[in-house]
């Protein structure tokens, strides 16, 4: 399934394995500022292609990315620390070129995601690079099912809206199996960008809706 980066996933699961974030001088600041996007695009080719910008930042497609959820014991102007939830083990991460979505900001104690690309060697985040930084608090949204499948699961909201949730890492807490109209309840973290991007909402449980 692919994930949206932006400029600059799943944590329990993927933490064993991860988590297991003019005038003459208009004119050249102008050709500066092209050159430079086009150094961007370039490095953005090697990790996906490009498929837009919006108010979301969303700039690449790319896949699979990993996360790391866990608390904050450090940050600094280019680096966080996490310890890991699952492991309990630190992680220090670069920020410099990541998202950082976070109602409060980047605090000591508070509880994170860091979504990446690459590939972590134990604690070692050389060869990672931070996408997107985000609140690893537990939400809902509620639905009736419209269809679901070994790994995916797609809802229609009151308001009409027809999301489609990876559910790769949530436990299933209903009576029975999948059923087409079933309302269901969604326990997630992360964002629902623009009112219908999923990518970075990660589903750890679902419940049948009373």
């Not at 699961?153 to 890492?169: A, N, V």
């Not at 990660?202 to 009373?210: C, P, R």
Request: with cysteine.
């Amino acid at each position: 399934m692919r994930k949206y980066l932006f400029a600059a996933i799943l944590c329990a699961a993927l933490a064993a394995t991860a988590c297991g974030q003019k005038d003459e001088g208009a004119a050249e600041t102008s050709a500066a500022e092209t050159s430079a996007a086009d150094e961007t695009l370039e490095s953005a080719e090697d990790s996906g292609s490009i498929v837009g910008a919006d108010g979301a930042g969303i700039r690449i497609q790319i896949e699979d990315p990993g996360v790391v959820c866990g608390e904050v014991i450090d940050a600094g102007m280019s680096t966080v620390t996490v310890r890991s939830e699952v492991d309990g083990e630190e992680y220090t991460f670069s920020k410099e070129d990541a998202e950082i979505h976070l109602e409060n900001g980047l605090e000591i104690g508070g509880a994170v995601e860091i979504v990446y690309s690459g590939v972590l060697d134990g604690t070692d985040t050389t060869n990672v690079q931070v996408l997107l930084v985000q609140d690893n608090q537990r939400k809902t949204i509620t639905g009736t099912v419209v269809s679901e499948a070994m790994s995916t699961i797609r809802i229609e909201t009151e308001d009409g809206r027809q999301l489609t949730f990876s559910k790769e890492l949530a436990e299933s807490d209903r009576a029975e199996g999948a059923e087409e109209g079933a309302k269901v309840t969604l326990e997630y973290t992360g964002e629902i960008f623009d009112g219908e991007n999923t990518q970075f909402a990660f589903v750890w449980k679902i419940s049948d809706a009373e």
